[in-house]
């Protein structure tokens, strides 16, 4: 396409600024915390359809993703199951023999405690350039500019010569095996993708950490604290098993580094690997010697280990402080993988795709791109570790991701829909 006809384009997605702002408005308020994303895939739903597209609504199936490589019962599926927590997709046929392209974005949040927020967490704030609200960052601004990025295109009647694919899956805050992976395995399999998670643009995401849930249940012995001596406290010895994950995390930040994951924050220099055990439960009387304490924890890692090198260092924590423990050793811990099971990865940044959104984030942010990523989980993994399929992230600048008072730039937002827009025509090749 012309320069002209790329300044067109840009210019009718500035004039959807507003439009911009009230749907990414709209889908906040659906509160589609993870569990509970039916209502903003409902409002993606109508909005494709609305441009005249057969979308496709589907349920993911568990059974039929369970001997994948990258399935694991997320927490979220366990308590809800996938029953009203649809994925929504919908493809633009090219009118030539140009290569496919999806633009993907989860519409699941996590949950917000309001009493920590100035603004309406389910309400969107505009002030000072910003816009406020869950989600608004971490993804739904990704998956507003995504939409208004093919709305404009469409608007100008930009025949593609590759398919478009516009997709929104769910529990991606969980770990996303029912989401773009049910989508992959459904048959939504590009010859590339672009996930619109906030890259920070004009900086793109290019790999992404492996992530695990674990469980120890460490046995005690009841008995009345006034008899304390007859009983073994679950909690202490499950203290001395903290200790140890906690010295396990230090010593691997000691020795572990990943340059992409300072590059996106450097604020992550020295803590590119993570251990962290986040719940403590133990006892159920303040006079009664607890007999049970249970801890559960994630580590997160960047490129570079295996989940079974991971998972080994881990459980070695645990097993060594048992054996060295006169009770401990008679009443082993158990020790339990649950949840969050994703493995890392890592994308070549001389992937065609990858050269193309750098260009045009670069040319429309007038900033200079940097390659980050390799700090979080996220879906991108699935493309490119299970079926070659290469998926860098490209979305909008934010602050406070899972926080209180998470905004989004609104002019990032504006860039992120340009930006895809130039990307899915450069990419797709357009008629002649």
């Excluded at 996590?110 to 960052?137: I, M």
């Excluded at 300072?262 to 992550?268: A, T």
């Excluded at 997160?300 to 070695?316: D, F, M, N, Q, S």
């Excluded at 879906?379 to 860098?392: A, G, H, L, T, V």
Aim: charged content about 30%; glycine content about 10%.
């Amino acid at each position: 396409m012309p320069t002209r006809d790329r300044d067109v384009l840009r210019d009718r997605i500035e004039d959807k600024r507003e439009e911009l702002v009230d749907l990414l408005g709209e889908l906040i308020g659906q509160q589609s915390v993870t569990g509970n994303e039916k209502p903003a895939q409902e409002v993606v739903a109508s909005r494709l359809k609305s441009h005249g597209l057969d979308v496709d609504t589907w349920e993911p199936d568990a059974d039929e993703l369970r001997d994948h490589p990258g399935f694991f019962e997320t927490s979220s599926y366990a308590e809800y199951g996938y029953d009203d927590r649809p994925n929504v997709a919908a493809t633009r046929n090219g009118v030539g023999d140009g290569r496919s392209l999806t633009l993907s974005g989860h519409v699941d949040v996590v949950p917000v405690d309001e009493d920590e927020w100035r603004y309406d967490p389910w309400d969107a704030t505009v002030e000072d350039g910003r816009l406020y609200g869950r989600g608004s960052n971490d993804m739904l601004g990704g998956v507003a500019s995504m939409l208004i990025a093919f709305e404009a295109l469409d608007d100008l009647d930009v025949e593609l010569a590759g398919d478009l694919t516009l997709q929104t899956t769910v529990e991606e805050e969980d770990g996303g095996p029912g989401g773009v992976l049910s989508a992959l395995e459904r048959g939504y399999q590009p010859d590339a993708a672009i996930i619109t998670e906030p890259s920070g643009l004009p900086n793109i995401g290019m790999a992404s950490a492996g992530v695990m849930y674990f469980r120890v249940r460490v046995p005690g012995k009841s008995a009345h604290a006034a008899q304390g001596y007859a009983g073994v406290n679950a909690i202490g010895k499950a203290t001395k098993l903290y200790r140890a994950l906690d010295e396990l995390d230090r010593e691997r930040k000691s020795r572990i580094a990943y340059e992409p994951a300072v590059r996106q924050n450097p604020n992550l220099d020295g803590h590119e690997t993570n251990l962290n055990v986040g719940t403590v439960d133990g006892g159920d009387w303040p006079s009664t010697v607890p007999s049970e304490a249970v801890l559960e924890g994630r580590i997160g890692w960047p490129p570079g280990e295996t989940r079974e090198e991971v998972r080994a260092e881990v459980e070695a924590a645990v097993r060594d402080v048992a054996e060295d423990d006169e009770w401990l050793s008679e009443h082993a811990p158990e020790f339990e993988w649950f949840g969050w099971n994703a493995a890392p990865h890592e994308l070549d940044t001389d992937e065609e795709i990858v050269r193309l959104a750098r260009e045009n984030a670069e040319t429309v942010t007038g900033g200079e791109t940097t390659f980050g990523g390799g700090s979080a989980g996220n879906d991108e993994r699935f493309y490119n570790r299970y079926y070659d399929i290469p998926c860098p992230s490209v979305g909008p600048r934010g602050e406070n991701i899972h926080g209180a008072d998470e905004y989004v730039e609104i002019d990032s937002l504006v860039e992120t829909a340009q930006t895809l827009a130039l990307t899915a025509m450069d990419w797709c090749g357009t008629a002649e």
